[in-house]
């Protein structure tokens, strides 16, 4: 799975930061790098969540096998 991470300044001097594969995923940071580590903190953690609930959608493209 490769996400793209779009950010851009605000009219009030905040960065942010959005994943496009996962719509709501949005960040706010007082920098870019800022911005961008929370969006993908919280894209881990949305992802986490849709597989602890049994959700795994095809556009998400992850598949885990036990050795």
């Known amino acids: ?3 793209t ?3 851009e300044l605000e009219a009030d001097g905040r960065w942010l930061a959005e994943v496009k594969e996962l719509p709501g995923v949005m960040c706010y940071g007082t920098s870019p790098e800022g911005a961008v580590a929370h969006a993908q903190a919280l894209a881990l953690r949305v992802v986490a969540d849709r597989l602890e609930n049994g959700e795994n959608p095809a556009s998400l ?3 885990f096998s036990a050795a």
């Open 1 to 3: 799975m490769k996400f």
């Open 5 to 7: 991470i779009e950010y």
């Open 61 to 63: 493209l992850f598949s």
